[in-house]
């Protein structure tokens, strides 16, 4: 039976490919009737066919692949059958397998793969089966051609790829890999998705907007369901697989809230299915990984982020790890913290979420190469604050109250106090209302340290506010501590409770209209499926291919059919039903000439339904003008919010109109929106964007449209009135407190940051940073003068930057005026001074500088009083020759300076100028010296007049003056010719000025009155003597004199020149006597030359090279190992970490390689290199890492290998169960089953105790047993006998497997024994001391211990004295009686315990004592 349809305008036709001719224009004749799809037909290639009311046309066709049909040979069959690989397919292609052979399947599927466009993707499998299968790949759309793709096979892992070299976004498909043999087949189904990125992807998307339709995209939103209604009930009694993946991973406690979300009842059901659903989840896990526990749910965390967590041991270390949000892979980072990242530390791995927001809701899922690990949801709550908390002040000792009301009902907030999680304790009390809307925390007992600020986090959303606390201020009172108070600060008091109240009842109500209108939409549901009945079924006849005219329907006063026609192709008649509306235009006749459909109409919806079969042909025999399309499609746009924003496409034709949609729904022009058409461009204008306004626009004309998004931006942004507040400078006293506040709006989370001077401000003791949604707060307490400056605030989210700049003036009072201070003049009349300024002036400028004045031989300052600003001042008021010190202070608005003395000032006398530099020597000859030098420091006040010169012979105490005296050197140089070839000579200068001759200076080096010297000549034998890869050390012989020509070399210079430098450079600055030198800070492994000079006064000589560059290295050696003792062999415990470390000696630096049993180390493995020494790590070793580890150490001179085999076992497990049996008389075989670890562990043997009844103790009868049995020897009848076996290995012995008791029966003959009678004896004994008390001598505040052993029966009583006074009761005493042993404890000696100490033992008996003297010493 066909299943009819009420659908409105569009029906969809199905044709088989049997069909197809008639799109080439074939009517549908008698013999063409019949039905329309045959069996044979279905699951082949199909066309789709649209029909519109009155207007037929084949507007668009879609041609689907066939499905891949295996030719079948006669007596072949297709037997499906179930891979141990999930998703993959196998047919079998006989009843019965011969023997050794079998069907390919996969032991490695491919895994599905999102990559970036312009990167290598692969596909891998691995494949079984006998014979080898034969792999193939396809494609579902396209083809694979050998250019784009490569297929490799590698013959060693057997591992077939795909591979995809610079992947394009058009590879992106369903691929198939099939592997196929005489007995069937395996496929396996895989998903490629390809990211674009850049110019392609924008170009892609506007081609696909302006492409050139042939119906519109959105047809199937026209068509109904033909589903009926058993399958949707059908369907709504399905459960998402979503609920079963947060039930697999969720605790025992979150069922019932789980099963409350998605409306599941029937718990008996859902345990058993669960179960099911979590051991087939455990096998499969089981593939990937060894261990899983501990699995932490995603929680928000108070800095915005969300983690999840667990702890797993991957079977196969290079996993591949997969994340996914709502079954979407998303991309992380192991290292760099990015949106989402991975941190793994050992076993545990911790997921995080940065910046969480709305968008990050959903399911999370853990996938280990495509095996479900972990699933979790992410809920953020809609919640959000009617009232913030607010800043509460409050005296030391009193509690403060924050308290807040949020929108929506939540059981606990995350309470932060100074950045430091709040919980209920002694120190804070939380408390939620019963309504769970007014959360409070009360801060007990605040204290001067519990200032600061305090935020309420609930979601996304959070609030802070400071606490202020005030400390006590009576004087009275500083030092001690104040009474606790009963009083509270802060809290909301009656309008929080009111605004909680309003809330409540508004969410109360809008539960109510909801709850109403449920129940309206189900009656009205109740009420449809009543009305509604089965449609009529009516069989289409078959017709000629002549069409025929039915009788026109009568007219129907104020309906309006819409009718909507699916014809359905099967092997049964069709039959098609419409829905009519009430409207009150009439519809027209069918014309019979172009009515190529079936129409149907019905009077009303609830009465007798009217049928009309279809006359014309199926399909027309034209094909419609594809009209008017878009030339220039739409652009996505974004705009900032507040902003004008504009959408613009371009159509083929000027005169078509367009239709604006929104998110589907139709707009029109208004005050804020404006449709504006020009010529064939058509635009959308939207003025004062708001978000509200984003979203998918869409522009539809003559069916064609095209679409593009609208994204409404909210950067930061300020207020103009605000920020000009803001930029006014702050102004205050140095110790005040500034405060900043900055209001913005913009979409979060916003970054807030704070800068003084370009540096960030981070939260201390002086600084308090406030941020909120809204608004940030930037207090700097105690503020210092240091802390002027620019203060910027910078503000940051996912939609741009702003930042506002302000200045912070801290006023204080100046610095003291700087030093040193210059005495312009100093006369027997006034004395002039001169300073600089301050150096900081506190933020003002100085308004006058304050003097004082001291005559020296004075106690008294005189005031000279304000000056002015000038820094510079004259005093005409002194005495001719006398001293006097001036004190100078800076006043500005905010104060006065420190002062700064002056050096003592003497007026009118002389001021003799200091002593010239030293002279130096510049040329020499036998009948002239030339000197130079530099002016004196202390010019004594006046300019300088000339200098005189003196000399004065080596040996000699006698000066003489070069120059006349009443004609002094105006230069500072000079030419000294009253000199005598050979004699050696120094000199010194002395400076003149008004007040007449100065100090003289340093006398200059000697010097020989003879003519320059000639440079010396070339070194020899020069030679490298060491080397290392930083020094070089170079030693030579001096040159060879020859008299006129070359002499004597008075130093040398090395120099050194890298071989790619051309230039020259010294290693040293001043010549060197020695002829060795040792070259540092070379680059390890450069080459170099090296060159070495002679110099005397007559300049260098010639240079002298090395025949050859060298290179910074040791000598060349060998590789060899430098450890006496290394290990070749090593036990570890597996989850241990491994070193392994060798020490060598090679020259020049060798490259070291390690291998694994010949091959390469896998990654996780770490290996640290330095000159003379590798060391090998493995962080945490598992048993694959058993195996001989190798290192091999080479360089230019040869190479050195060395090995060492490390074992990676565990503590082993227990054998089996004992069975015991006797084969032989007087012995017993023992037998057990194995340890578990026998096949993982060559080394494991066993070690077999035995234990009888006679000597009650165990021994070992059996060890390096490497089998199962031992037959145990000379087994005694009449006695039991036991045995243990012990699995050992190289980590040492397993617990023991006992054997049962075994026992040989023995007959026992009687044995009869008459004692003779005994006499009794007593055992009481009187007291006596069989250890006595010994003489102590004890250092002051020592311990000192007494002792002695007593013995006797009865047991004698014990008692201590002291001076004949008993010490058994005083507390002072710490006294002991232990089997006999009484001893004594004095634990802080003092001279108070010296004296004689005695003990008395006594019973029935006797009485026995023992004395002792205690000597205390200081």
């Given at each position: 039976?066909?299943h009819?349809?009420?659908?409105v305008?569009?029906?969809?036709?199905?044709?088989?490919e049997c069909?197809?001719?008639?799109?080439?224009?074939?009517?549908?004749?008698?013999?063409?009737?019949?039905?329309w799809?045959?069996?044979?037909c279905?699951?082949?290639?199909?066309?789709?066919?649209y029909?519109?009311k009155k207007e037929?046309g084949v507007?668009?066709?879609k041609?689907?692949?066939a499905?891949e049909?295996?030719?079948?040979a006669?007596?072949?069959?297709k037997?499906?059958?179930?891979?141990r690989?999930?998703?993959v397919?196998?047919?079998?292609?006989?009843?019965?397998?011969?023997?050794?052979?079998?069907?390919?399947?996969?032991?490695?599927?491919?895994?599905?793969?999102?990559?970036?466009e312009?990167?290598m993707?692969?596909?891998?499998?691995?494949?079984?089966?006998?014979?080898t299968p034969?792999?193939?790949?396809m494609?579902?759309?396209g083809?694979i051609?050998?250019?784009?793709?490569k297929?490799?096979?590698?013959?060693?892992?057997?591992e077939?790829?795909?591979?995809?070299p610079?992947?394009?976004?058009?590879?992106a498909d369903?691929?198939?890999?099939y592997?196929?043999?005489?007995f069937?087949?395996?496929?396996?189904?895989?998903?490629?998705?390809?990211?674009?990125?850049?110019?392609?992807?924008?170009?892609?998307?506007?081609?696909?907007?302006t492409a050139?339709?042939?119906?519109?995209?959105?047809f199937k939103?026209?068509?109904?369901s033909?589903?009926?209604?058993?399958?949707?009930?059908?369907?709504?009694?399905?459960?998402?697989?979503?609920?079963?993946?947060?039930l697999?991973s969720?605790?025992k406690?979150e069922?019932?809230g789980i099963c409350?979300?998605?409306?599941v009842?029937?718990?008996?059901?859902l345990?058993k299915?669960?179960?099911?659903?979590?051991?087939?989840?455990e096998?499969?896990?089981?593939?990937v990984?060894e261990?899983?526990?501990n699995?932490?749910?995603?929680?928000?965390?108070?800095?915005?982020a969300?983690?999840?967590e667990?702890e797993?041991?991957?079977?196969n270390?290079?996993?591949?790890?997969?994340?996914?949000?709502?079954g979407?892979?998303?991309?992380f980072d192991?290292?760099?913290e990015?949106k989402?990242?991975?941190?793994?530390?050992g076993k545990?791995?911790?997921?995080s979420?940065?910046?969480?927001?709305?968008?990050?809701?959903?399911?999370?899922?853990?996938?280990?190469d495509?095996?479900?690990?972990?699933?979790?949801?992410?809920k953020?709550p809609?919640?959000?604050?009617?009232?913030?908390?607010?800043?509460?002040?409050?005296e030391e000792r009193?509690?403060?109250?924050?308290q807040?009301?949020?929108?929506?009902?939540?059981?606990?907030?995350?309470?932060?106090?100074?950045?430091?999680?709040?919980?209920?304790?002694?120190?804070?009390?939380?408390?939620?209302s019963?309504?769970?809307?007014?959360?409070?925390?009360?801060v007990?007992?605040?204290?001067l340290?519990?200032?600061?600020?305090?935020?309420a986090?609930?979601?996304?959303k959070?609030?802070s506010?400071?606490?202020?606390?005030?400390?006590?201020?009576?004087?009275?009172?500083v030092g001690?501590?104040?009474?606790?108070k009963?009083?509270?600060?802060?809290?909301?008091?009656d309008?929080?409770?009111?605004?909680?109240?309003?809330?409540?009842?508004?969410?109360?109500?809008?539960?109510?209209?909801l709850?109403?209108?449920?129940?309206?939409?189900?009656?009205?549901?109740?009420a449809a499926?009543?009305?509604?009945?089965?449609p009529?079924?009516?069989?289409?006849p078959?017709v000629?291919?002549t069409?025929?005219?039915?009788?026109?329907?009568?007219?129907?006063?104020e309906?309006?059919?819409?009718?909507?026609?699916e014809?359905?192709?099967?092997?049964?008649?069709?039959?098609?039903?419409?829905?009519?509306k009430?409207?009150k235009t009439?519809e027209?006749?069918?014309?019979?000439?172009?009515?190529?459909?079936v129409?149907v109409e019905?009077?009303?919806?609830?009465?007798e339904?009217?049928?009309?079969?279809?006359?014309?042909?199926?399909?027309?025999e034209?094909?419609?003008?594809?009209g008017?399309y878009?030339t220039?499609?739409?652009?996505?746009?974004?705009a900032?919010i507040?902003?004008?924003?504009?959408?613009?496409?371009k159509?083929?034709?000027?005169?078509?109109?367009?239709?604006?949609?929104?998110?589907?729904?139709?707009?029109?022009a208004?005050?804020?929106?404006?449709?504006i058409?020009?010529?064939?461009y058509?635009k959308?204008?939207?003025?004062?964007?708001?978000?509200?306004d984003?979203?998918?626009?869409?522009?539809?004309?003559?069916?064609r449209?095209t679409?593009?998004?609208?994204?409404v931006?909210?950067?930061?942004?300020?207020?103009?009135?605000d920020?000009?507040?803001?930029?006014?400078?702050?102004?205050?006293?140095?110790?005040?407190?500034a405060?900043?506040?900055?209001t913005?709006?913009?979409?979060?989370?916003?970054k807030?940051?704070?800068?003084?001077d370009?540096?960030?401000?981070?939260?201390?003791?002086n600084?308090?940073?406030?941020?909120?949604?809204?608004?940030?707060?930037?207090?700097?307490?105690k503020?210092?003068?240091?802390?002027?400056?620019?203060?910027?605030?910078?503000?940051?989210?996912?939609?741009?930057?702003?930042e506002?700049?302000?200045k912070?003036?801290?006023?204080?009072?100046p610095?003291?005026?700087?030093?040193p201070?210059?005495?312009?003049?100093?006369?027997s009349?006034c004395?002039e001074?001169?300073?600089r300024p301050?150096?900081?002036?506190?933020?003002c400028?100085v308004?006058?500088?304050?003097?004082?004045?001291?005559?020296?031989?004075?106690?008294?300052?005189?005031?000279?009083?304000k000056?002015?600003p000038?820094p510079?001042?004259?005093?005409?008021?002194?005495?001719?020759?006398?001293?006097?010190?001036?004190?100078?202070?800076?006043e500005?608005?905010?104060?006065?300076?420190d002062m700064?003395?002056?050096d003592?000032i003497?007026?009118?006398?002389k001021a003799y100028?200091?002593?010239?530099?030293?002279?130096?020597?510049?040329?020499a000859?036998?009948?002239c010296?030339?000197?130079?030098?530099?002016?004196?420091?202390?010019?004594?006040?006046?300019?300088?007049?000339?200098?005189?010169?003196e000399?004065r012979k080596?040996?000699?105490?006698l000066?003489?003056?070069v120059?006349?005296p009443d004609?002094p050197?105006?230069?500072?140089?000079?030419?000294?010719?009253?000199?005598?070839?050979?004699?050696?000579?120094?000199?010194?200068?002395?400076?003149?000025?008004?007040?007449?001759?100065?100090?003289?200076?340093?006398?200059?080096?000697?010097?020989?009155?003879?003519?320059?010297k000639?440079?010396?000549?070339k070194?020899?034998?020069?030679?490298?003597?060491?080397?290392?890869?930083?020094t070089?050390?170079l030693?030579w012989?001096?040159?060879?004199?020859?008299?006129?020509?070359k002499?004597?070399?008075?130093?040398?210079?090395?120099?050194?020149?890298?071989?790619e430098n051309p230039?020259?450079?010294?290693?040293?600055?001043?010549?060197?006597?020695?002829t060795t030198?040792?070259?540092?800070?070379l680059?390890?492994m450069?080459?170099?030359?090296?060159?070495?000079?002679?110099t005397?006064?007559?300049?260098?000589?010639?240079?002298?090279?090395?025949?050859?560059?060298?290179i910074?290295?040791p000598?060349?050696?060998?590789?060899?190992?430098?450890?006496?003792?290394?290990?070749?062999?090593?036990?570890?415990?597996?989850g241990n970490?491994v070193?392994?470390?060798?020490?060598?000696?090679a020259?020049?630096?060798?490259?070291?390689?390690?291998l694994?049993?010949?091959?390469?180390?896998?990654k996780?493995?770490?290996?640290?290199?330095?000159?003379?020494?590798?060391?090998?790590?493995?962080?945490?070793?598992?048993?694959?890492?058993?195996?001989i580890?190798?290192?091999?150490?080479?360089?230019?001179?040869?190479?050195?290998?060395?090995s060492?085999?490390?074992?990676?076992?565990?503590?082993?497990k227990?054998?089996?169960?004992?069975?015991?049996?006797e084969?032989?008389?007087?012995?017993v075989?023992?037998?057990?089953?194995?340890?578990?670890?026998?096949?993982?562990?060559?080394?494991?043997?066993?070690?077999v105790?035995?234990?009888?009844?006679?000597?009650?103790?165990?021994?070992?009868?059996?060890d390096?047993?490497?089998?199962?049995?031992?037959?145990?020897?000379?087994?005694?009848?009449?006695?039991?006998?036991?045995?243990?076996?012990?699995?050992?290995?190289d980590m040492?012995?397993?617990?023991?497997?006992?054997?049962?008791?075994?026992?040989?029966?023995?007959k026992k003959?009687?044995?009869?024994?008459?004692?003779?009678?005994?006499?009794?004896?007593?055992?009481?004994?009187?007291?006596s001391f069989?250890?006595?008390?010994?003489m102590?001598?004890?250092?002051?505040?020592?311990?000192?211990?007494?002792?002695?052993?007593?013995?006797g029966?009865p047991?004698p009583?014990?008692?201590?004295?002291?001076?004949n006074?008993?010490?058994?009761?005083n507390?002072?005493?710490?006294?002991?009686?232990t089997?006999?042993?009484?001893s004594?404890l004095?634990?802080n000696?003092?001279?108070?315990?010296?004296?004689?100490?005695?003990?008395?033992a006594?019973?029935?008996l006797?009485r026995v004592?023992?004395s002792?003297?205690?000597d205390?010493?200081?």
């Open positions: 039976m066909y009819c349809k009420k659908a305008g569009w029906a969809a036709l199905r044709i088989s069909l197809y001719g008639l799109l080439k224009g074939r009517t549908h004749t008698q013999e063409s009737t019949g039905p799809l045959s069996p044979n279905r699951g082949k290639q199909l066309t789709y066919i029909i519109k037929v507007k668009m066709f041609m689907c692949k499905k049909e295996q030719p079948t006669p007596g072949q069959v037997i499906k059958k179930k891979s690989v999930p998703g397919m196998i047919t079998q292609y006989v009843e019965v397998l011969p023997d050794g052979r079998s069907t390919p399947d996969f032991t490695r599927k491919p895994i599905a793969l999102t990559i970036q312009g990167k993707a692969f596909f891998r499998a691995i494949v079984t089966g006998n014979p034969v792999v193939t790949w494609r579902n759309n083809e051609d050998e250019k784009r793709y297929f490799t096979f590698d013959s060693i892992s057997g077939h790829q795909l591979q995809m610079d992947v394009c976004a058009d590879q369903t691929y198939k890999c592997a196929r043999n005489e069937g087949k395996a496929v396996v189904t895989v998903t490629l998705n390809v990211i674009e990125v850049g110019y392609k992807k924008s170009k892609a998307m506007k081609e696909s907007r050139i339709r042939e119906l519109p995209e959105d939103r026209n068509l109904r033909t589903a009926d209604f058993e399958s949707r009930e059908e369907k709504k009694l399905e459960i998402d697989e979503q609920f079963w993946e947060l697999l969720a605790d406690r069922y019932e409350a979300q998605y409306g009842t029937d718990f008996r059901w345990l299915k669960l179960n099911e659903k979590k051991l087939e989840r096998q499969e896990q089981e593939k990984v261990k899983l526990c699995l932490k749910p995603i929680e928000l965390k108070p800095s915005g969300a983690e999840f667990l797993m041991s991957l079977k270390p290079n996993s591949n790890i997969f994340l996914f949000k709502d979407v892979m998303i991309p192991a290292e760099t990015v989402h990242g991975l941190k793994r530390v545990k791995f911790v997921f979420i940065n910046g969480v927001n709305p968008e990050d809701a959903g399911l999370y899922q853990l996938e280990i495509g095996v479900k690990i972990f699933s979790t949801e992410l953020i809609d919640v959000d604050f009617l009232v913030k908390i607010q800043d509460v002040k409050a009193e509690d403060a109250v924050f807040c009301v949020l929108s929506h009902p939540m059981k606990k907030i995350c309470w932060m106090g100074k950045n430091n999680p709040v919980e209920q304790g002694d120190k804070y009390d939380v408390t939620v019963d309504d769970m809307l007014i959360h409070t925390l009360v007990k007992d605040c204290l340290l519990d200032k600061g600020i305090y935020s986090v609930a979601g996304l959070s609030c506010a400071w606490l202020i606390v005030e400390g006590n201020k009576d004087p009275s009172m001690k501590k104040k009474a606790r009963t009083t509270c600060a802060g809290g909301g008091g309008d929080i409770l009111k605004i909680a109240r309003e809330q409540q009842a508004k969410l109360q109500k809008e539960r109510d209209e709850i109403a209108k449920a129940k309206e939409k189900a009656e009205e549901e109740a499926a009543a009305a509604t009945e089965e009529e079924l009516v069989e289409i078959e000629d291919a069409p025929k005219t039915e009788p026109q329907p009568k007219k129907q006063a309906i309006k059919p819409e009718t909507k026609v014809v359905v192709a099967d092997s049964k008649p069709i039959v098609v039903e419409e829905k009519v009430e409207g009439e027209p006749a069918p014309d019979p000439a172009k009515e190529k459909e129409v019905e009077k009303e919806y609830v009465q339904k009217r049928q009309r079969v279809r006359t014309g042909p199926l399909v027309p034209t094909v419609t003008d594809p008017v878009f220039g499609g739409l652009s996505d746009v974004t900032v507040g902003n004008d924003a504009e959408l613009l496409c159509l083929s034709s000027e005169d078509c109109d367009a239709t604006w949609y929104k998110d589907g729904k139709e707009i029109t208004t005050e804020d929106i404006n449709i058409k020009e010529g064939s058509r959308l204008v939207i003025k004062n964007c708001k978000e509200e984003a979203g998918k626009y869409k522009c539809e004309a003559d069916g449209k679409e593009a998004m609208l994204n931006e909210d950067p930061p942004r300020i207020n103009p009135d920020l000009a507040e803001f930029t006014k400078p702050v102004i205050i006293k140095a110790g005040k407190d405060s900043f506040k900055l913005f709006v913009g979409r979060e989370p916003m807030i940051q704070w800068y003084n370009g540096e960030e401000l981070m939260e201390e003791s600084i308090k940073i406030e941020k909120s949604s809204s608004h940030s707060r930037l207090l700097l307490t503020c210092q003068r240091r802390t002027t400056g620019e203060i910027k605030i910078k503000i940051k989210n996912e939609c741009g930057t702003i506002a700049i302000t912070l003036i801290v006023l204080a009072k610095t003291p005026p700087q030093s201070v210059d005495v312009i003049e100093s006369s009349s004395i001074l001169k300073w301050p150096k900081d002036g506190g933020g400028p308004t006058n500088y304050i003097m004082e004045r001291q005559q020296i031989g004075r106690n008294s300052w005189q005031k000279l009083g000056i002015g000038e510079k001042y004259r005093d005409t008021d002194v005495d001719h020759g006398r001293k006097y010190c001036y004190h100078i202070r800076a500005t608005e905010q104060g006065i300076s700064i003395e002056t003592d003497q007026a009118g006398t100028p200091g002593p010239p530099s030293t002279p130096r020597i510049v040329s000859f036998k009948d010296i030339n000197l130079a030098w530099t002016a004196p420091a202390n010019t004594g006040g006046a300019n300088i007049l000339g200098y005189n010169v000399k080596n040996g000699s105490n000066w003489g003056t120059n006349p004609e050197i105006k230069a500072k140089q000079y030419a000294v010719k009253d000199v005598v070839e050979g004699i050696e000579y120094e000199f010194r200068v002395s400076a003149i000025n008004m007040s007449g001759v100065g100090d003289t200076s340093q006398p200059s080096e000697f010097v020989i009155a003879r003519d320059p000639k440079p010396p000549g070194v020899t034998d020069l030679k490298v003597t060491d080397s290392t890869y930083t070089l050390s030693s012989t001096k040159p060879v004199e020859e008299e006129g020509v002499d004597e070399a008075k130093g040398y210079f090395v120099e050194l020149r890298p071989a230039e020259w450079g010294r290693c040293n600055t001043s010549p060197i006597v020695m030198f040792t070259i540092v800070g680059k390890s450069s080459m170099y030359w090296v060159r070495v000079m002679a005397n006064e007559g300049g260098d000589g010639e240079p002298q090279e090395l025949d050859n560059y060298i910074a290295m000598p060349p050696v060998r590789p060899h190992f430098t450890d006496k003792k290394m290990k070749n062999f090593m036990v570890v415990r597996a970490s070193r392994i470390n060798f020490n060598f000696k020259s020049p630096m060798p490259v070291i390689t390690w694994k049993d010949g091959l390469p180390l896998p996780y493995i770490t290996v640290s290199n330095t000159d003379t020494s590798s060391q090998l790590m493995i962080p945490s070793s598992e048993r694959h890492d058993t195996g580890y190798t290192i091999v150490v080479k360089n230019l001179v040869g190479q050195e290998t060395s060492v085999e490390i074992r990676v076992t565990d503590d082993p227990p054998p089996g169960p004992i069975e015991l049996e084969n032989v008389p007087g012995t075989t023992i037998s057990w089953t194995a340890s578990p670890d026998e096949k993982k562990d060559d080394r494991l043997h066993y070690v105790d035995k234990h009888d009844s006679v000597k009650h103790t165990w021994h070992t009868v059996a390096h047993l490497f089998n199962n049995r031992f037959t145990a020897v000379n087994i005694m009848p009449g006695r039991q006998y036991k045995f243990r076996i012990y699995a050992k290995n040492g012995l397993s617990a023991a497997s006992e054997s049962p008791i075994w026992e040989v029966n023995k003959e009687k044995f009869s024994l008459k004692l003779q009678d005994s006499k009794s004896c007593s055992l009481e004994t009187s007291p069989s250890v006595p008390l010994k102590h001598q004890s250092p002051q505040r020592y311990e000192c211990y007494m002792s002695c052993a007593v013995t029966n047991r009583r014990v008692t201590w004295y002291k001076n006074i008993s010490l058994n009761t507390t002072n005493y710490y006294i002991t009686n089997c006999g042993v009484c004594m004095i634990l000696v003092g001279h108070k315990d010296s004296g004689d100490y005695t003990v008395v006594e019973n029935s006797g004592e023992c002792t003297k205690l205390v010493k200081d």
